[in-house]
Nanobody, 124 residues
Framework: QLQLAESGGGLVQPGGSLRLSCAASESISDYYAIAWFRQAPGKEREGVACSDSTDDLTYYVDSVKGRFTISRDNSKNTVYLQMNNLRPEDAAVYYC?????????????????WGQGTQVAVSS
């Protein structure tokens, strides 16, 4: 069973950058759509970005367009979320997820495998 592990979260000042990593236990190329979700306290989990199994198609929620970039390094079985110009409203627990269906916006129900999450805090 595919296992995912996120890392790279932390505390950053507004305007700063973080790169989240999601290490997979096996190859994710060509088989899995990958998504990043986030959940802030008291809010529903939302899909932030996703890419299809071939990494040809990507999606970003409007609030992060132009600031976040999802990418994969298939040689390392790792997915990244580069987050630039972070805002206080980006603070949340970020989860990576893998699934067999790619749709936009990404739906939690379509993703079978989940990581444990990594905390991102944005504060001065």
């Amino acid at each position: 069973q595919l296992q995912l592990a996120e890392s790279g979260g932390g505390l950053v000042q507004p305007g700063g950058s973080l790169r989240l990593s999601c290490a997979a236990s096996e190859s994710i190329s060509d088989y899995y759509a990958i998504a990043w979700f986030r959940q802030a306290p008291g809010k529903e989990r939302e899909g932030v970005a996703c890419s299809d199994s071939t990494d040809d198609l990507t999606y970003y929620v409007d609030s992060v367009k132009g600031r976040f970039t999802i990418s994969r390094d298939n040689s390392k079985n790792t997915v990244y979320l580069q987050m630039n110009n972070l805002r206080p409203e980006d603070a949340a627990v970020y989860y990576c997820a893998a699934g067999y269906i790619w749709s936009t916006p990404p739906k939690q129900s379509e993703y079978t495998f989940w990581g444990q999450g990594t905390q991102v805090a944005v504060s001065s």
